[in-house]
């Protein structure tokens, strides 16, 4: 188990490479990822020794990527016993889906008016990789770009902070679901219809199409796993 997840942190730290940003930013990004994909999964504890070794660092910068994670809810540091991965309740997983409803939906509907082609334009090509996409780390890496660039007119680093840290919450325990072909279809469906809908500079149907989007996705936790 110990080697498995070894190889896996190897691996995703291979994908983010080249290294140009800080040595606890980078550590950061790759137990990020780990925890989103379940490589990582709610309730194992991260060992100091194991990851320096795995991404070949020094102590320092992994206690300050737990720190990093620990601030956005994915691992809960304890004293004398190190950080643990978190694992959320149903409950929490909802309430988090609905925070992020109240977030998104507000974002999209004060970023239409300031949007300008160029961000229609980017989002469309966004979407047609994605469509042409099968890989799952791929597809989830798409899906958040292209949302994140419907919202990027408003400017606003605080709210795409708080709207990054729901995702990377509750996004491990629904990615296993958009591999299923019937949901990563309606997916599609409700991107093309709220990508036309910003297009067309509609407002309360952006806004009623990203609510319902974000709400098939909240229904999709109370599916027995």
Known sequence: MKEQISVNLGQIAKELLPRSMAARDWVFQVLRAAIVRGVLPGGIP???????????????PVREAFRQLEAQG????????????????????????????????GALAAAIPLMRDVTIETAQAILDEAHNTTDPHKLEDLNSCFHFT????????????LIEQMHANVDRYIRAYYSEA????????????LLYACKERDIEAAR??????????????????
């Open 182 to 193: 019937e949901n990563h279809a309606a997916s599609k469906a409700q991107h093309d219809e």
């Open 208 to 225: 009623n199409i990203l609510y319902e989007h974000i709400s098939s996705t909240k229904r999709l936790l109370e599916v027995p796993q």
């Open 74 to 105: 994915l691992v809960r540091i304890y004293p004398n016993r190190g950080a643990v991965v978190t694992r959320l309740t149903l409950q929490e997983m909802e309430d988090i889906m609905d925070v992020r409803a109240v977030l998104e939906v």
């Open 150 to 161: 419907l919202y990027e007119p408003v400017q606003n680093q605080t709210l795409f902070k």
């Open 46 to 60: 991260l060992r100091q020794d194991e990851i320096s070794v795995a991404l070949n660092v020094s102590h320092i």
